[in-house]
């Protein structure tokens, strides 16, 4: 059986043999769902929290709003 990963910058659900696995030199695996998060996340250094279609945005939004 083969696991399903999350992707590392937005957080949906990767199918298995899609997406695209980053391995840095320091050794830690990324793995993202598309190229659109691979250049947001390596190239232009975004973080997911501050970037809106993420899901880490709208949970640290749901977070806000209870607060």
Do not use: Q
Not at 37 to 52: D, T
């Amino acid at each position: 059986m083969v696991l399903a990963k999350n992707c590392s910058f937005c957080g949906k659900a990767i199918e298995p043999g899609t997406g695209i696995m980053y391995v840095r030199k320091d050794g830690a695996i990324l793995y993202f769902c598309s190229n659109k998060c691979r250049k947001n996340m390596i190239e232009l250094n975004r973080v997911p929290r501050y970037v809106k279609w993420t899901n880490e945005y709208h949970e640290l939004k749901k977070m806000r709003a209870k607060s």
